[in-house]
């Protein structure tokens, strides 16, 4: 189905006949709670039916702990509230009729859900997956197994993620060029990159993860597998200071050391915010390469080996200011960034054997150091308008201003000895060193306004504009002398490079959503022109692009009473290829493979099409279709004398993807509760590569299974456990791999303070192995690094953990900051 012909279903889904209104309504209003007196926020409030509880109406209570019901026709009523770790409660039934135009439902005093069994007090709590019907949200902050570690391996745990640390990829249900945000905003940076930020960033500063496969029109159109958003923890207080102070060790074959700092102030119309985390992480990295191959005819094994012991340092802040003077206008600075320094000296050993013997050896070591820091300052104004016209429904302005700046200093140097089967040295040691400095400087805007018609009408519409400039210089030199000799160094004009990069975007949105009855049609368009110049300055050689694109999106719910919801949705999203993809200048990973960027790529397009069910909001089951033109990914070069492998990137012709994914919660008694989640994916390429076609079908299976224990006097344990099958990436077959890991807290001083346990992957199976054998290419790999981990966290809270601090909000560079490298 093409998108012209989903425009012109949705324009009949608009106009769709709405169920003529009862003649005489009524407006429900009421209050909720808590035992002690205190205003609930986030309730869910219903309006059941009082004949047979179907569900007729649903809401959600404000600051006050206010909810409305307007435009209830005549009948008998009740309604019922319910929040997380409460019990739910019901009004009486009541009625009403012709002659009755407002009513006030008697106030609803919610208990905390709490009790005794066998000295065993049983408390609600948030899983660490929560599975809903548009998205899937991991609570890091609850999870056991998370404390200590780094968002990237949290992601490893996620059901449907994979995590390939030899592609440097992440994928959502089994699509690549996912797009990762923080705190609603694009990282801009590229996926490389992106790793490396999420490596660098303690799972202690997160708060939820939030995996969102089809994303509304609201959002930028890149990502198309979806969305990972991953929203940074914040201490929510009414208290005027609150916060806590957390410290970790872990132990693997290296120590680890982390410690972070949260702190809240609230003072009148001003609320302060930060945060700071450092982490010190030592840890190691393995490649075992086989590469076989026959020139002139004679059958030739190259086996590569190589290990690295690495020492990682990184610190994180965040700082912001929230200023209210009234009801209805807010100011807000947000300022957050990082400094990493990573060094590393290892070496790669290669072997060359011809029939069988050994003939060659080489011995490289490799010193590495590299330094990332990244600055991003955003300003944010909003305006509540008044309500009194709408019904009491508020519409909003929302204004975004975005300011990054990133810069990358890696920095390689490599010494090379050539050995004969004697492990004698023949010839000059070969040397080569290369300095990369690469700035991007990332600048934007954005406007959001909503405004609804009526209760059941809103409209949504903005505006964005970004501009990014990126700059990259790389400098290579080499030298050539004997053992215990010097000799100058020489520039490498042939893979010296400067590249530079500027990009222009565009945009604008609308989203439409409609609620009637048990329906609710949410229609949008998104409409984004790019503009964007690739140089590279020292080949004189420029490419240039301009281009307008149509995103249009379509979601349409069904609710069936209470515990029954369907959802079809369309979306149709781009992904542009990542910055340092259009860079042509050489880096290199080992003796016989490095990697070269192709400035002539062109973007990727997806359709999207999937249809989902919920039961009681925590069994979901969901299928979905994916068309992708032009496909963005990394491919094998093989020079077949020396057995030099290039990796470089290209558009694949197409890609079909089905997936069908389940999500059921299960608990084995009252103590022992688990959500299970199973995918199945099936993709297939169609593609001509070099020549020859690369066309294959393949079916993957991604399970999950998390499991929670409530082991009493405040102890609490957890357990998950992965598994991915064996799947292909572009030219790549690569082997299952999946992991275990455990975890236990211990609640002291009445819960001020917590210590959590963690051992992650227990069997260390968390390994990537895999195939190429395409052409005259035939090579075997296994990369791995050191994810078998024990820690222990100890964290103190300060002040009242449910304190409301300066507003969690999103800011506007977003798409931009995924695609840096």
Do not use: C
């Not at 009740?78 to 106030?107: C, D, H, I, M, W």
């Not at 923890?233 to 949260?262: C, E, H, I, M």
């Not at 320094?341 to 060359?352: E, I, M, V």
């Not at 082991?711 to 456990?721: C, D, K, P, S, V």
């Amino acid at each position: 189905m093409t998108p012209k012909w989903l425009l012109l279903i949705s324009v009949f889904l608009v106009a769709w006949p709405l169920r003529a209104q009862q003649s005489k309504t009524a407006t429900i209003t009421g209050v909720v709670h808590t035992a002690d007196g205190k205003p609930m926020e986030f309730v869910n409030v219903f309006l059941l039916k009082a004949a047979d509880s179907s569900l007729v109406k649903g809401a959600v209570t404000d600051q006050l702990g206010r909810y409305e019901f307007a435009s209830v026709g005549v009948g008998t009523y009740r309604v019922s509230a319910n929040g997380l770790g409460f019990q739910r409660v019901y009004s009486e039934s009541f009625e009403l009729n012709a002659g009755k135009q407002t009513y006030q439902v008697p106030l609803f005093a919610l208990q905390e859900l709490a009790q005794q069994l066998a000295h065993v007090t049983i408390k609600a709590q948030k899983p660490f997956i929560e599975q809903q019907i548009d998205k899937t949200i991991l609570n890091v902050e609850n999870s056991l197994v998370a404390s200590g570690g780094t968002v990237l391996e949290i992601l490893e745990k996620a059901p449907g993620v994979v995590v390939d640390l030899q592609a440097e990829r992440i994928s959502l249900k089994g699509r690549e060029n996912v797009l990762v945000m923080i705190d609603g905003k694009p990282s801009y940076l590229s996926v490389g990159q992106v790793m490396e930020l999420l490596r660098n960033t303690p799972s202690n500063s997160v708060e939820t993860i939030e995996l969102i496969s089809n994303p509304s029109s609201r959002y930028d159109a890149a990502g198309t597998a979806g969305i990972i958003n991953i929203r940074l923890k914040r201490n929510r207080s009414d208290q005027a200071l609150s916060g806590n102070v957390t410290l970790g060790v872990g132990q693997g074959r290296f120590p680890k050391y982390n410690a972070s700092a949260l702190l809240n102030a609230r003072r009148g119309k001003w609320a302060l915010f930060g945060n700071y985390a450092f982490d010190k992480r030592d840890y190691w990295s393995v490649a075992n390469i086989d590469r076989r191959l026959s020139p002139n005819g004679v059958p030739t094994l190259i086996r590569q080996t190589s290990y690295r012991p690495i020492q990682n340092t990184g610190h994180t802040y965040r700082l912001g200011v929230d200023f209210a003077p009234d009801k209805r206008n807010t100011f807000s600075v947000l300022v957050n960034g990082m400094s990493t320094g990573q060094k590393s000296q290892g070496g790669t050993d290669s072997d060359t054997y011809q029939s069988d013997v050994l003939t060659l050896s080489e011995r490289t070591q490799n010193t590495n150091r590299r330094t990332i820091s990244r600055l991003a300052v955003n300003g944010n104004y909003r305006h509540v308008f008044d309500s009194t016209r709408r019904g009491g429904k508020e519409h909003e302005l929302l204004v975004d201003i975005d300011y990054s700046d990133a810069s990358f200093r890696p920095s390689e140097q490599f010494e090379t000895r050539y050995l004969n089967t004697r492990e004698e040295e023949i010839g000059p040691r070969a040397y080569q060193r290369l300095n990369t400095t690469s700035n991007a400087l990332i600048r934007a805007a954005k406007l959001d306004y909503s405004y609804p018609f009526d209760k059941r009408t809103t409209l949504e519409m903005g505006l964005k504009g970004s501009y990014v400039t990126l700059g990259n210089d790389l400098l290579v030199e080499t030298q050539s002398a004997e053992a215990g000799q010097t000799a100058p160094w020489l520039v490498d004009t042939s893979r010296s490079n400067q590249f530079t990069y500027r990009e222009r975007i565009i945009a604008g949105y609308f989203t439409a959503r409609r609620t009637w009855g048990d329906w609710t049609l949410q229609v949008g368009l998104r409409a984004e022109q790019t503009q964007n110049e690739a140089e590279s300055v020292t080949a004189n050689a420029v490419v240039e692009r301009s281009y307008i694109n149509l995103f249009p999106s379509v979601t349409l719910t069904r609710n069936l009473g209470e515990n029954h919801q369907f959802q079809y949705s369309f979306g149709r999203r781009i992904d542009r290829p990542d910055y340092q993809y259009l860079n042509p200048f050489i880096r290199i990973f080992s003796p016989y493979a490095y990697q070269q960027g192709n400035p002539y790529l062109k973007p990727q397009y997806t359709d999207a099409f999937q249809v989902a069910y919920s039961y009681k909001q925590e069994t979901t089951i969901s299928a979905g279709f994916n068309r992708i033109t032009d496909v963005i990914v990394d491919i094998n070069e093989q020079n077949d004398l020396t057995g030099a492998t290039r990796i470089t990137f290209a558009n694949l012709a197409e890609q079909m993807s089905i997936n069908v994914t389940g999500s059921i919660p299960y608990r084995f008694a009252s103590w022992w509760s688990s959500r299970n989640t199973g995918s199945v994916l099936y993709n297939a390429y169609q593609a001509e590569l070099a020549g020859s076609p690369l066309n294959y079908t393949w079916f993957t299976t991604n399970l999950s299974t998390t499991h929670s224990f409530l082991l009493g006097r405040g102890l609490t344990g957890e357990l998950i456990a992965t598994y991915n099958s064996p799947y292909v990436y572009s030219q790549n077959k690569m082997q299952a791999f999946g992991q275990v890991s455990i975890g236990l807290q211990q609640t002291l001083w009445q819960k001020k303070a917590v210590l959590r346990f963690n051992w992650s992957d227990l069997l260390q199976t968390q390994r990537f192995r895999g195939a190429v054998d395409f052409q005259q290419m035939n090579f075997r790999f296994a990369t791995y690094s050191e994810t078998r981990i024990a820690r222990l966290t100890f964290t103190y809270n300060v002040g009242n953990k449910s304190v409301k601090g300066a507003t969690n909000r999103k800011t506007v560079s977003e798409e931009e900051q995924g695609r840096m490298n």
